[in-house]
């Protein structure tokens, strides 16, 4: 029950775009057209969904106050927390890599749909935000800790994803000159996020 | 001209950058982490203070009159018994509240003014976002409110944010009659909507009012301030506290001594 | 005789060339980071509730990206091309994680209120984006203009945003009230709206839109 919950909240209430604002540059620069606003979103989730177990594992047991006491007493003092960042970036720009290659690899069609997006996504604050966001929540297992990287993945994608084909449709409106393009994308998310308010405080 | 693009090269200067990097990350991180302790520290007794006189305290001052004031602490589990050799002070609640509800620990801070004596609760809950935590000051007659002050970490801003603020933190004050006991009754102190009990009942003693639009945040600050009240009445209990209600504020220590 | 030799001095060896100029007065208009690269968007909104806040944050990213741009200019010509993204991260990690232990020692309440989003520096899009755009490229003097001026624009955007978010939706900047009480008393009342984040996203909507009625050649086709 608590990991529906917790995929829920993500998807909807805490939404990286909506509420936190993050991964906003990708999201921006490649929702001109649905089929890449799929693709780039698909590489989201799938991303979210291996970085944040493995820099949950790397927080619990290499970084907290008092997590290397598992390697003896004499380390339950010592306090890696200062190094979190350069780690978790570290974490994901590997696994972004190793993530391209292993595509590459196994999958010619996935790659050929994902390839260009996945470098990208090294530098999208979502990815960073996720496992900053499970630092601070501090989940108790890391079931837990997947599901919400695998919610808030699906949260960005349904966000991609709508405002993509929202920006397609509306290419055939008579928007002012000046607000035309970008302008006018910034708006629109603002409305989506104030529509996405009304889901805050569901609790299954 | 050394080749960059050869792998031993590609090695060298990693290690090399890593190196660097973790020398210079601990420096700073040595010379940071004191002052940020002490902050933590300072900010703890700044809130625990400022309930207890049931005024906003600056840092500096709270750090200095903490010892003047805070003379004992204790460390009591749900069903209200003491737990020796626990630290109330360094009790982190955030760890608590993982645990079942059973084996909780809860922490007190008395405040002692000359003849008058505080009960200080330090709280911990949920709120929309994360956590709301707090503390709650209590009348040496175990009943009545002094006073009571609540953080939080991202709750909405203008909305769940305001129970920092006096407009909420107010209602907690001796003048408005906030008790926790009707005659021998436990209620505790609800946070509801406003005007679901009208401010003239008797029932308005045990009720403050939430924020509108910030209802969960409300919500878990008023499960929050329950279930800390509720351990603190079986401590009391238990203790023999509220047995010498009157001449608890003299006898203090010999009274909490008997389990 | 001495107006002469200054004017001569300065014309042999000037201080800003005209070059130098543009590369901090571009980003603040023309080639805005926020309105125009469409770049740092993802950490700087949630900030914008207050001024404080932004202002901290404004201050944090400005460091980083002069410090990043300096530092990366300086070893342009030692990095393998294989590893630089990852070089670029580890640097700008290292220098975000020196300011969030900064604020955290010496700004204690700005930092918890600034929480996560510190962090989120790193992935500042302006940051990783002048890097690979500028830093990499050129010599460390004007890397260090350009970083000055994108954290300019940068912050110029996102104080702006704050000042109407916090002026509106709760009548104060940098916490000290302006819309009094006489205002309220005479049934004003503050929007609630502006504290809510997607208001952020309007803001810029409109910032963007001033920007380029003002400034036609940033017109988008459709």
């Known amino acids: 029950m608590e990991l529906v919950n917790i995929f829920i909240r993500s998807i909807f209430i805490e939404n990286m775009i909506f509420a936190y604002f993050l991964g906003m540059c990708s999201y921006l620069a490649v929702s001109k057209k649905v089929n890449t606003a799929v693709g780039l979103g698909m590489a989201v989730i799938f991303v979210l969904g291996v970085t944040i177990p493995i820099n949950y594992l790397l927080e619990n047991y290499l970084l907290k106050a008092g997590a290397l006491s598992w390697l003896g007493p004499d380390l339950a003092d010592v306090n890696l927390g200062f190094l979190s960042f350069i780690m978790f970036i570290a974490v994901i720009a590997a696994v972004v890599q190793l993530v391209e290659m292993a595509v590459e690899k196994f999958s010619p069609t996935l790659y050929s749909a994902l390839g260009i997006f996945l470098p990208l996504i090294a530098v999208n604050c979502s990815i960073l935000g996720g496992a900053l966001f499970m630092q601070e929540k501090d989940f108790p297992n890391i079931g837990q800790a997947t599901v919400y990287g695998l919610g808030s993945g699906v949260g960005w994608f349904i966000a991609i994803v709508a405002i993509a084909a929202i920006r397609e449709k509306i290419r055939y409106s008579n928007v002012p000159g000046p607000l035309r393009g970008l302008g006018m994308a910034f708006i629109i998310t603002g409305l989506m996020g104030i529509a996405f308010l009304s889901f805050s405080g569901i609790k299954l | ?259 | 005789m001495s107006t002469e030799t200054i004017a001569a001095v300065k014309e042999r060896k000037p201080l800003f060339t005209a070059k130098d100029r543009k590369l901090i007065t571009d980003p603040l208009d023309d080639d805005n980071p926020i309105t125009v690269q469409v770049l740092g968007i993802c950490s700087a909104l949630a900030v914008t509730v207050q001024v404080k806040p932004a202002l901290f944050m404004s201050m944090g990213v400005l460091f980083v990206l002069i410090m990043g741009n300096l530092v990366v200019s300086l070893i342009r010509n030692l990095i393998p091309s294989r590893v630089r993204i990852i070089v670029q991260l580890v640097i700008v990690a290292a220098l975000v994680t020196v300011v969030d232990q900064v604020l955290k020692a010496y700004a204690y309440d700005v930092s918890k209120e600034l929480s996560v989003f510190v962090g989120l520096i790193i992935t500042n899009c302006i940051v990783m984006g002048r890097l690979e755009a500028f830093a990499l490229a050129n010599k460390p003097g004007p890397a260090i203009l350009d970083g000055i001026g994108n954290g300019l624009g940068y912050s110029f955007i996102l104080l702006l945003v704050a000042v109407v978010r916090e002026l509106f939706g709760s009548g104060t900047i940098l916490g000290f009230p302006i819309i009094g009480e006489w205002a309220l008393n005479l049934g004003y009342k503050h929007n609630g709206l502006f504290v809510l984040p997607p208001m952020a996203l309007v803001i810029v909507g409109v910032i963007i839109w001033v920007q380029r009625s003002r400034n036609q050649k940033l017109i988008e086709a459709n």
């Open chain 2, 1 to 259: 001209m050394v080749n960059k693009e050869s792998n031993s090269y590609t090695l060298i200067f990693s290690a090399v950058l890593v190196v660097l990097v973790g020398v210079l990350l601990t420096v700073v991180f040595e010379i940071t982490n004191t002052p940020y302790e002490k902050s933590v520290e300072m900010e703890k007794r700044q809130n625990i203070l400022s309930a207890a006189l049931g005024k906003a305290l600056s840092r500096e001052e709270a750090d200095g009159l903490f010892t003047k004031y805070i003379k004992d602490s204790k460390v009591y589990n749900a069903q209200g018994v003491e737990v020796q050799g626990q630290d109330a002070f360094n009790l982190d609640l955030a760890k608590e509240l993982k645990k079942s509800e059973s084996e909780q620990l809860y922490p007190l801070f008395v405040f002692q003014d000359g003849e008058v004596t505080r009960y200080i609760l330090g709280m911990r809950g949920t709120g929309l976002w994360g956590p709301v935590w707090g503390y709650i000051a209590i009348e040496s007659d175990l009943n009545s409110v002094f006073y009571a002050n609540f953080d939080h970490k991202g709750e909405t801003p203008g909305l769940g944010a305001e129970i920092k603020q006096p407009i909420f933190q107010d209602q907690f004050g001796l003048d408005k009659g906030k008790r926790i006991y009707n005659g021998s009754e436990f209620k505790g102190i609800v946070v509801e909507k406003k005007g679901r009990t009208s401010e003239s009942s008797p029932e308005f003693a045990h009720v403050v009012n939430g924020i509108s639009g910030g209802t969960i945040t409300s919500d878990g600050v008023s499960y929050m301030l329950q279930k800390y009240l509720k351990a603190f009445d079986a401590f009391a209990t238990k203790s023999g506290l509220k047995g010498s209600n009157v001449q608890a504020q003299l006898h203090l220590n010999a009274s909490t001594q008997n389990p």
